[in-house]
């Protein structure tokens, strides 16, 4: 998603822009909705023999050279950004860790603590390095409901509504199938809520899940490749969730949340985002209990000055102009 955020920002200044990705991937992005933002990218479908196949790409892009290409994707190696010197000027590449060498000049690490320097031994020596949340490129929908998202967590407790909403977001597959973890913990919850579970259509525990919600004793609801998630974040009390693209949504909003780590990475980012009282950190997948999640949800929103800390903490984090302060920092040095 970050990719195409940042494509829209492109297009959106006047580039020329085509996106290439795995056949079927366009199903799940806006790339196919009338949305103003992403109108004009062309696109390029690529089978999976042909993802790692710069010729494949060559052969059906209508331009003949580039000049700067995007990578994004673990699984795209510095022999793949080799390849691309062959149709663009110039690369530039996404990454969420720094596991691994890049033949790369650009690199973007939106990860809350990460350091330029981590990255020093992985990268050309003249590398430009641009980390941390200040450069998380969300949609401009969430930065234009900002304001309205915050000045909503700023009402007394009189102005709120008694039911509380939690939103339930594990990303597009949720292989670990965390969301029915977390359904199963909201059976124990007494005080009254609303939940919204977000899931992609990829996700293969879509019936389990909705058999889960319909077992709740309180108002639930599943929303399947649900694209509005900034309208749904200005109007919940609390997101539960793993880190990635979509926390820094939810820190732009200041919306209080609580994060599962799926991998090490995860745990990384969670320890020190719930080391400023951005988010609450539940640990590991592995070891995460229903009781233990009830009874944190419970706490927090009996305590009404948690939530509002934490609200405040996640918002000074990310303030949504990341795409742009991205873009515009290619186009000084392209």
Known sequence: ???????????????????????????????????????????????????????????????????????????????????????????????????????????????????????????????????????????????????????????????????????????????????????????????????SVVIGRVNSHQAEIEQASNLLKQKAQVLIGHEDMASLLRDCDLVIGIPGNSAWERCCMGVPSFHVAANAVHESINKNMAGIGAIFDLGSHQNLSPDAVAKEITRHFTDELLLVTMSQSAALLCDGNGANRIVEHLESIN
């Open 1 to 195: 998603m970050r990719s195409i955020v940042l494509g829209g920002e492109f297009a959106r200044r006047g580039h020329d822009v085509t996106f290439a990705s795995l056949k079927g991937s366009f199903d799940l992005l806006p790339l196919n909705s009338n949305d103003i933002a992403y109108s004009g990218i062309r696109k390029i479908e690529l089978e999976e023999t042909e993802l790692m196949d710069t010729k494949a790409l060559k052969a059906k892009s209508t331009k003949g050279a580039y000049d700067l290409a995007f990578v994004d994707g673990p699984h795209l190696s510095e022999k793949y950004e080799e390849s691309l010197t062959s149709i663009s000027k110039s690369l530039a590449v996404l990454d969420d860790a720094p596991s691994r060498k890049h033949l790369a000049k650009i690199l973007i690490d939106p990860a809350f603590g990460r350091r330029p320097a981590e990255y020093k031994d992985l990268l050309p020596h003249d590398a430009s390095i641009l980390t941390g949340a200040r450069f998380a490129a969300l949609r401009p929908e969430f930065l234009e409901m900002r304001p309205k998202s915050l000045a909503r967590r700023g009402k007394t407790k009189a102005a709120m509504r008694d039911s509380k909403h939690i939103v339930i977001h594990f990303g597009l597959s949720d292989s670990n199938n965390l969301t029915c973890k977390i359904l199963e913990a909201l059976k124990q919850v007494e005080i009254p809520i609303e939940t």
